[in-house]
């Protein structure tokens, strides 16, 4: 588990339009969230006209889909009645798909999810990887929209008491590899479906740094990965002041862009984040990077490095790159986090 060598590559989920599919490099996916209590934003676009304000600047900003939610998932937070989520988050969806934008909604009950599929989204992001909602299966199946699988224990209010593992990185890998399979036995196409290691999501800072360090054990699943690492707790903590006090999460978004620079080294297919100028900007830093390793020596490097991230050619956006067709991801680099001091919320 703990090699460093390269894994096996994953490219793109389907369906997806040829505007995403078509970019080599990692992409963007920037955070819309229309509730009044996320961690890091709450409040700040809950009306739907400026949900989709905040929106047009993050695709502005270089963010390649849009993440729709309308259930705060911090830890502590409470449900959300299912018509009020649906009052959120379908006006902003459909406005968004309407304009031509690749939308995502952020929910994880099966209603929410096939109505937001009717009003345009391509991708339902499900924060629970369908353990909340026995329906959730069944909707991804009908659709057949692309599915974010994210490793997940329980709901917000119990999340930080179910926080044991034997260890962390077997651990996510094994109950992923279990969603995966009932996605599958569900009718589910395998090619809809993106893993996610779920980052703060009953994980304590220590646990994030090896599920990132690591992202090779999820991908050897045979699934693209996305990471959403963005302004959480782990990356307060790590950036704490003299006297251990986390940075707030409006002072993390240069470490989620150092974070997205090293998840799209690793062979990551999407990041989520919620500052996309930077992500946008590091994802092409990494890409850039990559390919231009791939072009002086070749895949497999003559300077013998061990360096696998073929360019795959560039085509579409600005940049290619860094997922390679036919290669390999990597693995990015370890540290420690700290354990949660500070009764902070959020993720
Ligand atoms: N994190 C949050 C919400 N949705 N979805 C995925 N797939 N992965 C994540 O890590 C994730 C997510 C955390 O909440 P925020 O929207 O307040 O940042």
């Known amino acids: 588990m703990c090699s460093p060598t390269l894994g096996p590559v994953t490219r793109h989920p389907s369906p997806l339009p040829a505007a995403l599919t078509d970019l080599r490099r990692t992409l963007v996916m920037g955070v819309v969230n229309v509730t009044p209590d996320s961690f890091s934003d709450g409040g700040r676009w809950y009306e739907p006209a400026a949900a989709v304000a905040h929106a047009r600047e993050l695709l502005a900003d270089g963010a390649d889909l849009l993440d729709v939610g309308g259930e705060s998932t911090r830890p ?22 309407s304009a031509g934008a690749v939308v995502s909604v952020d929910t994880t009950r099966a209603r929410v999810a ?51 593992y034997d260890d962390v990185v077997l651990d996510v890998r094994d109950e992923l590899a279990q969603r995966l399979d009932a996605l599958v036995g569900a009718g589910a196409d395998p090619a809809q479906v993106v893993l996610d290691p779920g980052l703060g999501f009953a994980k304590p800072g220590s646990d994030n740094w090896p599920l990132l360090a690591h992202l090779d054990v999820l991908a050897a699943l045979g699934r693209p990965v996305l990471v959403g690492a963005s302004r959480k707790r782990f990356l307060g903590h790590l ?98 986090g700290a354990p949660r001091q500070d009764g902070e919320h959020g993720v």
Do not use: F, K, Q
């Open 76 to 97: 502590g937070a409470l449900r959300v009645p299912v018509d009020e989520e649906r009052r959120r988050v379908l006006p902003v969806i459909a406005e968004l798909a």
């Open 114 to 164: 096939a109505d937001a599929v009717a009003a345009g989204a391509h991708v339902i992001n499900d924060v629970s990887g369908g353990l909340a909602d026995p329906d959730m299966y069944r909707v991804v199946a009908e659709t057949g929209a692309v599915y974010v699988a994210m490793h997940w224990r329980g709901h917000a209010d119990v999340m930080d008491s179910l926080a044991t």
């Open 239 to 336: 950036l704490a002041d003299a006297d251990g006090r986390p940075a707030p999460p409006e002072r993390r978004d240069g470490a989620t862009a150092a974070v997205s620079a090293l998840a799209a080294a690793a062979g990551a297919w999407c990041v989520r984040v919620h500052d996309v100028a930077g992500s946008a900007d590091a994802v092409r830093v990494a890409d850039a990077w990559a390919a231009a390793r791939a072009d002086a020596h070749g895949s497999g490097g003559a300077h013998g490095s061990g360096g696998t991230h073929a360019s795959g050619g560039r085509s579409g956006g600005r940049s290619g790159g860094t997922v390679d067709p036919s290669g390999t991801v990597g693995t990015g680099t370890g540290a420690a």
